[in-house]
């Protein structure tokens, strides 16, 4: 039996929408109702994250009872019928999207200005009770938040906690909080420290959660163009061997990578998360001192060794092969050795050992990973 009344079954059907649907032990009706595709608007549900019940947004009518429920954290019930689509349902979907519009941002297009609003999108999607008068703000931001990567931006928050359940359960580092009451609710640090001076650590995760654009990339904020402009090319980040899926968020028009987010929870490997170096270490992509070309280094006519030279991959590959037999001809093949690394990947390090055995038959590899 839940606090709320309901009985809790190991698994069993639940009716939603005249739908017989099945659900599995611990089961939400959320879940229950997703897995049947039938939508129920959420703004402070992931799927990792222990249900906070505070936006409200997810209210749906069960039979029986008088307060409607949040179907983010009722848990399903055997025979319990569920309506999510009643005009009672549809007002308070209305409503409390009005109310976070009069205490955020009512202009998409300024609210927007980085990362996407789905206050915004459901909005657009489900209606408002109407445009409000603007309430005046009143959550702190944090101004001397000096870290180099995250914005907090108050004036889009809607305090519905993922950013700080998020760095609370999987992140597990505890180092933002909700602080004060009422309307005057913020996002803080331990003392409102500068993220750098927390436990944060800059996984940028409170990011992709949040889901208005109040927690922003301070690099992508000051390029300028918002994410909804930007292409997203989904590829492999290449810092470590663990294969994390990221999206580079591309401007086309000036073929530049803005920012790095990370595909949604449930449909890579790392779930939706990354690490600070696969967020935001990115900026050697466009550096010009990065190497986009195999240089070589000549040998000058009295010996000694002359400047580095753009050159193709097949002749430094042509030279490194000629350096490396010159040195087993003249010393014998265990003269060689070859060391790779563990953020390759494995079939990068099968080759590697294949090369060093087949190609240069010396026994001499290692890989970093063993010592
Ligand atoms: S960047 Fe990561 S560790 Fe830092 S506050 Fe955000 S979620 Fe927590
Ligand atoms: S910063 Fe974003 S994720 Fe955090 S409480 Fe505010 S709206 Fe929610
Ligand atoms: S999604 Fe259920 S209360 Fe927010």
Same mark, same amino acid.
């Given at each position: 039996m839940t606090d709320r009344g309901f009985v809790v079954a190991d698994s069993g059907f639940v009716v939603v929408d005249g739908n017989e649907l099945s659900f599995a032990a611990g089961e939400t009706v959320l879940q229950a109702a997703r897995r049947a595709e039938i939508e129920i608007p959420t703004l402070?549900?992931?799927?990792?994250l222990t249900p906070a019940?505070?936006?409200?947004?997810?209210l749906v009518e069960v039979e029986g009872t008088r307060l409607m429920q949040p179907a983010c954290s009722l848990p399903a019930s055997q025979g319990m019928v569920v309506r999510t689509t009643t005009p009672r349902v549809q007002r308070n979907r209305q409503f409390i999207l009005s109310l976070h519009l009069a205490d955020t941002i009512q202009d998409r297009e300024v609210c927007e200005d980085n990362n996407p609003s789905r206050v915004h999108e459901l909005a657009e999607r489900h209606g408002t009770a109407g445009e409000w008068t603007p309430v005046e703000q009143q959550r702190q931001g944090?101004?001397?938040? =000096?870290? &180099?990567?995250i914005a907090f931006r108050p004036?889009?928050?809607?305090?519905?906690s993922l950013c700080t359940r998020y760095c609370d359960q999987?992140?597990?580092?505890?180092?933002?909080t909700l602080a004060?009451?009422? /309307?005057?609710t913020t996002i803080s640090t331990a003392d409102a420290k500068s993220l750098t001076d927390?436990?944060?650590?800059?996984?940028?995760g409170c990011i992709d959660v949040?889901?208005? %654009?109040?927690?922003?990339?301070k690099p992508a904020l000051a390029y %300028?163009? &918002?994410?909804?402009?930007l292409e997203k090319v989904r590829t492999t980040c290449?810092?470590?061997?663990?294969g994390c899926q990221i999206d580079l968020n591309v401007d086309r028009e000036a073929n530049h990578v803005v920012k790095v987010t990370s595909p949604p929870? %449930? =449909? =890579?490997?790392?779930?939706?998360n990354l690490c600070v170096k696969g967020r935001f /270490?990115?900026?050697?992509?466009?550096?010009?001192?990065?190497? =986009?070309v195999p240089m070589v280094r000549d040998r000058l006519p009295d010996g000694r060794r002359g400047e580095l030279r753009e050159a193709t991959w097949e002749e430094a590959l042509d030279r490194t092969v000629a350096g490396l037999q010159g040195v087993a001809d003249r010393?014998?093949?265990?003269a060689l050795a070859f060391i790779s690394s563990s953020r390759c990947t494995g079939e990068e390090n099968y080759l590697f050992q294949k090369m060093s055995r087949? /190609?240069?038959?010396?026994?001499n590899v290692h890989q970093c990973a063993a010592t």
């Open positions: 402070c549900h992931d799927d990792r019940g505070a936006c409200r947004m997810c944090r101004p001397l938040d =000096t870290n &180099p990567f004036d889009r928050c809607i305090a519905c999987v992140e597990a580092v505890s180092a933002i004060g009451r009422g /309307a005057h927390s436990t944060c650590e800059l996984c940028g949040c889901p208005t %654009g109040a927690m922003s990339e %300028g163009k &918002p994410e909804r402009e290449n810092f470590c061997g663990v929870a %449930g =449909t =890579t490997v790392n779930d939706g /270490a990115n900026d050697f992509i466009h550096h010009p001192d990065r190497l =986009t010393h014998g093949d265990d087949a /190609a240069f038959r010396t026994q």
